[in-house]
T-cell receptor, first 113, second 113 residues
């Protein structure tokens, strides 16, 4: 079974703090993704990575950065957290073969106060 | 450009009744289509997918969906709802390379006795 794990299920941070969200997958997937999920908006892509050290912006990259130093690990960084970044963050991974689905982690609910 | 529209943000059915969740898509290329389910406080789990071939796709937990190219639809059905089906359901279409997906806004299904 594919397993995608996220470092925290719940996180509370203060405005201005630097926040790290970590994601690890155990299936040697090439592609990894970070989404945020907000009610009524579905999932929106923040960043994705298609190889180690390779990344591309998604639809809402502002205020976020990412790091992928090892194939199995993909980190999302909030350089200076703000209250409008309070959300559910979901990590996913996928093989880079045309018709393969994404596999999701359990999510991290981040609250910025 | 690809997009996904899910009709109805909330659907309520009685236990044992038919479940019908609607999804319409737009895609400039032959679409790959997915339905995911999210149970409370969990990540997304794949229910079923359509890539090529048979247009009626069967998934887990008794769900199925039919790809109708002429209607640009991929509606999700289940003949008889169970209380455990209460969850949020997301339709998605593949966009571009790297198995990126674009998601609909989601439909929350409630099942009452």
């Amino acid at each position: 079974d594919v397993k995608v794990t996220q470092s925290s299920r719940y996180l509370v941070k203060r405005t201005g703090e630097k926040v790290f969200l970590e994601c690890v997958q155990d299936m040697d997937h090439e592609n990894m993704f970070w989404y945020r999920q907000d009610p009524g908006l579905g999932l929106r892509l923040i960043y994705f990575s298609y190889d180690v050290k390779m990344k591309e912006k998604g639809d809402i990259p502002e205020g976020y950065s990412v790091s992928r130093e090892k194939k199995e690990r993909f980190s999302l960084i909030l350089e200076s957290a703000s209250t409008n970044q309070t959300s559910m963050y979901l990590c996913a991974s996928s093989w880079d073969r045309e018709n393969y689905e994404q596999y999701f982690g359990p999510g991290t609910r981040l609250t910025v106060t | 450009a690809q997009s996904v529209t899910q009709l109805g943000s909330h659907v309520s059915v009685s236990e044992g009744a038919l479940v019908l969740l609607r999804c319409n898509y737009s895609s400039s290329v032959p679409p790959y289509l997915f339905w995911y389910v999210q149970y409370p406080n969990q990540g997304l789990q794949l229910l079923l997918k359509y890539t090529t071939g048979a247009t009626l796709v069967k998934g887990i937990n008794g769900f199925e969906a039919e790809f109708k190219k002429s209607e640009t639809s991929f509606h999700l059905t289940k003949p008889s709802a169970h209380m455990s089906d209460a969850a949020e359901y997301f339709c998605a279409v593949r966009r571009g390379g790297y198995n990126k997906l674009i998601f609909g806004a989601g439909t929350r299904l409630a099942v009452h006795p």
